[in-house]
Every structure is written in C-alpha cells, then in structure tokens.
C-alpha cells in the first residue's frame, strides 16, 4: 500500500548544499589568542621576506628557516598539549609528507660521505690524492646543505599556515593580507622609478625594467603573479554570483558594476599587478599570467551562460591590452624580438643551449644526480665552448630540468608530485561547493608559478616560495576541515530528511 503523509506532517527545512546556489554565509567564529599570535606572526614574517631582494640572500634565507622552525617547534608543542586543533591530514597530503621526507632524507644523503665509494661524484677523483677529502654523491656538498635550508624554510610555514587555514577567519585574513602585500611591493616599484631609486641593500638595481624590492624582474613578476591571481580569482567569484545574465550586454554591465563599483579596490590590486607584470618586461611571467587566467576564466565560468563567459573574456582582454599599452613597450619589443638579452636574461637562444647542456648532464647521473643546489658548480666544471666564458649559470632557467640534473630524476619526480597531491583536496573541496575562495587561489598560483618555472627559476627565490607555500598550506588546510565536516553535513542532513515524514502528532496507526 502506497503511504502518504498527514495533512499536519512537518516538513523540516534541508540545507541546500548545491556548490552552483548561493548560500548564507554562516558567521565565522573569532580566532583564539594562540592562533591570533602564530597569525600575527606569519604575517610579519611573510610582510618582510620581500623586502631583502627577495630574501634572496643567506642572512635573509637563514632568518627564515630559524623562524620556521620556531613556528614549528610552538605548533607542535601547543597540538600536544591541545591548546591548538588541525584537522585530520588528507591521505594524499600524508603521502606527499613522505615524499618530501623521502627527498629531504636523500639531499641529506648527497651532501654526506658517499656510502660507496661507486656513487661518489666524478668530481671527487680529480682531487689530489694527499688532500684528504671525503668523497661524496653531490659535487658541492655544502650547497646542498645550503640549499636544503631554503627549502625547508618554506616548508615549516606551509605547514603552520595549514593549521591556521582550518580556521576560516584566518584563512580570510591570510588572503586579504597576502593581496594587501603583493599589491604593496607593485606600488614601491613604480615609486622606485618615480623617485630615481637605483640601489637598495647596497645592490644597484637599474630602473629600465621595474622590479620593486627584487635583484632580478622575473622574480618580481613571479611575485606579483600571485596578487593577480588572488585579486582575479575573488573577483570573478563575486561576478559568477552576481553578473550572470541569458542577455551580453547585461551581462557586461553587471560584470563592470561588480569590479569597479562592488569592489572596486579588488579592482584596483587586479590593475596595479597586471601593469606591475607588463612594466617588468618579464615575457615568461606575463605569458604564464595570461594563460593562467584564461584558463581560470575558463574553468571558474564553466556552466555559466555564455554571454557572461564572452564579457569575462572581453573585460579580461581589455585590461590586459591597457596594461601592456601602458606600461609593456619594453615588453611588446622583447616578444616581438624573441631573443633580447640582457644583464637578467640570457635570452631564447641563451636558454636551448643551457637546458641541451642540461639534459645532456642529466644523461650522465640520472638517478643519483649531481648533488641538491649544486647547478652553478656543475655548470662551472663542465661549461664548453657553447658558452661564452664571462658570468656565472647559477640557474638552468628551468626548475623542472635543474631539479632533475641536481636530485636525479626519481627524487625530483617525488617532489612535483607531492606538489600535486597536495592539491587534491583542494580539488575535492571545490567539488563540494566550499564557499571558500582558497582552494581555487592554491591552484591558480601553483598554475601560473608552473608555467612560469618552465622557462625561469621564480620558484627557487625564498620571497616567492614562502608566499606560495603559504597559500597552499592555508588552502589544503581550508579544504581538509571542510572535507571533515561533509560527512557530518550529509549526517544530519539524511536526519532532518528522515525527522520530515514523521507527522508532528507521532505516526498514526494505519487505518483498517
């Protein structure tokens, strides 16, 4: 027999979790003191980094590993002692753990006495015999070590930033912090070449190309790529809600209220980055950048209608033609000239020659490799007549290719694909329909820094990693308590589901 309900059945109300339907925005519970401080001090710390050429110097990259292993120390301590609360790690997260574990534990391999005498370096049998020298795998040990240290600064604040994003009022924060920064060192490099300032921390930085607080401009567009992508990001979830329409010019008119009246200093970072990236005449960071939103544009439209999609692109296409128009003549030359060099760039032709040279080294120790950090020494024993013999390679101008000649191939494998699966979650939590704008900022900056590494080294400048780190461990963080709590969502969802049928006088006998 076929049930029905009684007239006075109570109909509970089911939260609408649909990700494409907007929703209330609960309120966001206050942080406690103890995140309130380590907050406090990720942001001063994050605040400076930038500031001594991007950190790039051994005082500055040491500064940071020191506080990093404070911040950790402190973490800990407070998790055991439960004066602090991190969400369950995700099994992919804990996976990418032993992988870096895996690739911290072989660099400190390297750097040691070879275990055998066959894996030492070739380097080492070159020495005279009466030195008496320890063998081992890298061909500079102590720039392993050194190189170790900058990479395990970034890690420590990847991995305090993860417990302070499970809370979303310091994840917000984190965000609104990071866009206020970037937007900032855009601002102080246009100041620079208003003001005539060619020197800073005793090192001259010629005004040509602007690079703000940055030794190199490529750095400093890798930088300030993550702002645009920040400030981008915030503004299309705001026009996805509130710009969507069946007409285009509607929806272009809505798109325009929504950026420059709604929120019109997201607006504002989102132009000052992009004229900032044009100034800087860095072709690998404004073509990385321009991909990166595309396909951000692509992806965070898609199931919209499509006039809201060709007004997205169309505004997108405008403030990029304004900001090249602007400020990138030096950029349109350097594209259009393909191979200009410079005292900050070797050129195209400058880099097919150091990444053939690269690839044959790779041949030569593809397993062991030549040891973490080690690429300027290598380059310096084994450079040949393809290159001119006036300044150093410290960088192969390709992060993918350097990790490979310096870890091997396995190791640097385990350290791209701990990247990735740190991004899983993230994933998963946009599938959900989190409200949270930072698992989709975690992988538009992971995007555009790994397409800009492809033809620069951004990724290897302390000031750039720690930001990026820090995004990403916010956003896995961010999106691991709200995978947590789907279950418990879906629980007392099924619940009020099952509490609906029953009428509010309890169930009536069935009548004969």
Not at 351 to 378: D, K, N, Q
Request: hydrophobic content about 55%.
């Amino acid at each position: 027999m076929r049930r029905s309900i009684a007239p006075d059945t109570f109909v509970a109300p089911v939260e609408d979790t649909h990700p494409r339907r907007r929703r209330a925005t609960p309120a966001v519970p206050p942080l406690s003191r103890l995140d309130g401080f380590l907050f406090a001090a990720l942001a001063v710390l994050l605040a400076a980094l930038p500031w001594p050429l991007g950190a790039n110097r051994p005082w500055a990259w040491s500064a940071l590993f020191l506080a990093g292993s404070a911040f950790l120390l402190l973490l800990g301590a407070t998790l055991v002692l439960g004066l602090a609360r991190a969400p369950r790690l995700p099994g992919t997260v804990r996976l990418a753990l032993v992988l870096v574990a895996a690739v911290v534990g072989w660099i400190l391999v390297q750097s040691g006495p070879a275990p055998w005498p066959e894996l030492a370096h070739p380097i080492w049998a070159l020495l005279p015999t009466e030195l008496a020298a320890r063998p081992a795998i890298a061909i500079d040990p102590p720039r392993a070590r050194e190189a170790l240290l900058r990479l395990l600064g970034p890690l420590a604040l990847l991995a305090v930033a993860y417990v302070l994003g499970s809370h979303r009022a310091a994840s917000e924060r984190l965000v609104r912090l990071l866009l206020i920064l970037i937007t900032a060192q855009a601002a102080f490099a246009f100041l620079r070449i208003v003001v005539g300032w060619d020197e800073l921390f005793g090192r001259a930085l010629p005004l040509e190309r602007i690079s703000g607080s940055f030794v190199n401009p490529n750095h400093f567009a890798a930088y300030v790529n993550l702002g645009a992508v920040i400030a981008f990001l915030l503004l299309l979830d705001q026009a996805r809600r509130d710009a969507d329409s069946p007409r285009l010019g509607a929806s272009l008119s809505r798109l325009l209220t929504t950026a420059f009246q709604s929120r019109p200093l997201l607006a504002a970072a989102l132009m000052s980055c992009l004229l900032a990236v044009a100034a800087s005449a860095s072709r690998g960071g404004a073509l990385a950048l321009g991909l990166t939103l595309l396909i951000l544009i692509a992806a965070g439209l898609r199931g919209a209608r499509l006039p809201l999609l060709l007004a997205g692109l169309g505004l997108l296409a405008a403030l990029v033609g304004w900001a090249v128009s602007a400020g990138g003549e030096l950029l349109w030359q350097r594209l259009v000239d393909l191979d200009p060099k410079s005292a900050f760039s070797p050129g195209i032709e400058g880099r097919l020659l150091a990444w053939a040279w690269t690839l044959e080294r790779i041949a030569e120790r593809p397993w062991l490799g030549h040891g973490y950090g080690g690429f300027m020494s290598l380059f310096e024993h084994a450079r040949d007549a393809r290159f001119p013999t006036g300044g150093p390679w410290d960088y192969a101008h390709n992060t993918y290719l350097e990790l490979a000649v310096e870890l091997g191939i396995p190791a640097a494998a385990a350290l791209a694909l701990a990247v990735l699966l740190c991004l899983v979650p993230c994933m998963a939590a946009i599938r959900r329909g989190t409200s949270s704008p930072l698992p989709a900022i975690a992988l538009g900056a992971t995007l555009v820094q790994a397409l800009h590494a492809l033809v620069d080294f951004g990724w290897q400048i302390p000031a750039v990693t720690a930001t990026w780190a820090a995004l990403l461990g916010a956003a896995v963080g961010r999106s691991a308590a709200t995978l947590e709590r789907a279950p418990a969502r879906r629980r007392r969802a099924s619940s009020q589901i099952s509490e609906s049928m029953v009428p509010r006088g309890g169930i009536e006998p069935p009548t004969p």
